[in-house]
């Protein structure tokens, strides 16, 4: 990402074709409200969708604006303003002052309502991945305030959704384009949300290890890493995804225990790392993954079963993985795994993954179909047969 060319362009009057690929499926225009002019913001009129501002929920509330009725995890519109010393407020060059003078600072006594300009609060990019959130980050990225105008870019039909039409838009006038991803990973990379919170002793069964517990503002969820010091610069680390049924209860049905176990072993012997993530059945949690089973039992394979519930194969993400090693002072690894996609992830984060090194599992005939199905259809390299 050219963060000094994308700057270059905004400073030159283009707005961003922010695209959602995920969440929303939008486009939206993204621009710097504090150097919003009449002709942007004119040129932003020209997408047809509701022209808004977006700022932080807790900056807005603090300095008087006050918030429309929402329902959990959709945006947070606020009362519309416009500034006291504008006419009507609906020109664009009176909707680009009322943009600069939200984002010079300015209180709610310093504007009327309701206005023209839709104001709409962030909550911030770790609880909510929306636009409003997204070009928060942006803006700062970019080195401006968080405040900016968007609005959604809609094709001749008024549709919203259409892609390739935010695209072509975006090529006739010479945009730049970005992603809602595209800002999520440089928001994990630059922003530490999850650090070491308690450090204690852990004898086991196959030696003597720290466990590691983090305070996470990231995903909010309980992750914690199992650690055998010395580790040296480049440690071998094990990412494991929790799994009750294979873990605790000794399930035949999968390799996961066999896996922890022998990654522990490994680690005992060498020194390493061992993350223990909060991630039950491939990221869909365990009540969606026993019901995964009951499918399997009428003969679906894994990828199928939680296809037929409405997942995808695998939801597993590894943004966590990552702040944890960093958190660690980790960033070259020997990674344990079989899986391709988990080396990639993390390298796109910025983890240097220098060595993959086979996780070897127990072949069992109830598992057997479980790792065919890895191999075939996840792209699991396994160092055995099945």
């Known amino acids: 990402m050219n963060w000094k060319e994308i700057r270059k362009a905004v ?45 932080d929920m807790d900056e807005a509330l603090k300095r008087g604006f006050f918030s429309l009725p929402i329902k959990e995890g959709e945006t947070n519109f ?13 020109t664009a060059e009176e909707r680009a002052l009322t943009a600069r ?11 009327r309502y309701p206005g023209h300009l839709h104001l709409l609060g962030g909550v911030g990019l770790n609880r909510r991945k929306g636009h409003t959130e997204s070009s928060l980050e942006l803006m700062e990225f970019l080195g401006f305030k968080r405040y900016a105008l968007i609005v959604e870019i809609l094709d001749d039909e008024g549709d919203s959704h259409n892609r390739d039409y935010a695209l072509a838009f ?53 992750h914690v890493a199992i ?39 490994m680690i005992a012997q060498e020194g390493g790392i061992l993350l223990y993530m909060n991630q039950e059945g491939r990221g869909i949690g365990l009540k969606e993954k026993i019901k995964a089973y009951e499918l399997q039992d009428k003969d679906l394979d894994t990828v199928e079963a939680n296809e037929a519930l409405g997942h995808k194969a695998d939801e597993r993400t590894y943004e966590a993985a990552f702040q944890m090693l960093r958190a660690l002072g980790v960033s070259k690894i020997r990674l344990i795994t079989n899986n391709p996609a988990k080396a ?43």
């Open 170 to 222: 975006a090529g006739e006038h010479g945009l730049p384009v970005l992603t809602t991803d595209d800002i999520w990973k440089e928001f994990v990379r630059r922003k530490q949300l999850i650090k070491v919170y308690a450090n204690a002793r852990l004898p086991t069964r196959y030696g003597d290890f720290r466990i590691i517990a983090f305070d996470n503002e990231l995903d909010f969820r309980e």
């Open 344 to 386: 990639k992830a993390l390298e796109e984060f910025g983890i240097e993954v220098v060595e993959i090194i086979p996780a070897p599992g127990e072949v069992t005939e109830h598992n057997r179909p479980y790792l065919r199905v890895k191999a075939e259809k996840l792209g699991h390299r396994l160092p055995f047969e099945v």
């Open 227 to 265: 650690v055998k010091e010395p580790y040296g610069e480049v440690p071998l680390v094990r990412v494991h995804s929790k799994c009750l049924t294979g873990d605790t209860l000794a399930s035949l049905k999968c390799d996961c225990g066999s896996q922890l176990s022998n990654a522990l072993r």
């Open 101 to 111: 003078k939200i984002a010079e600072g300015l209180g709610v006594e310093a504007f």
């Open 11 to 55: 400073l030159d009057g283009k707005p961003i074709v922010l695209i959602d690929d995920r969440r929303e499926f939008e486009a939206d225009l993204v621009y710097p409200a504090e150097i919003a002019s009449s002709e942007v913001v004119n040129f932003m009129l020209s997408a047809k969708g509701l022209l808004c501002l977006t700022m």
């Open 78 to 90: 606020l009362i519309p303003v416009d500034y006291r010393e504008t006419f009507t407020g609906i």
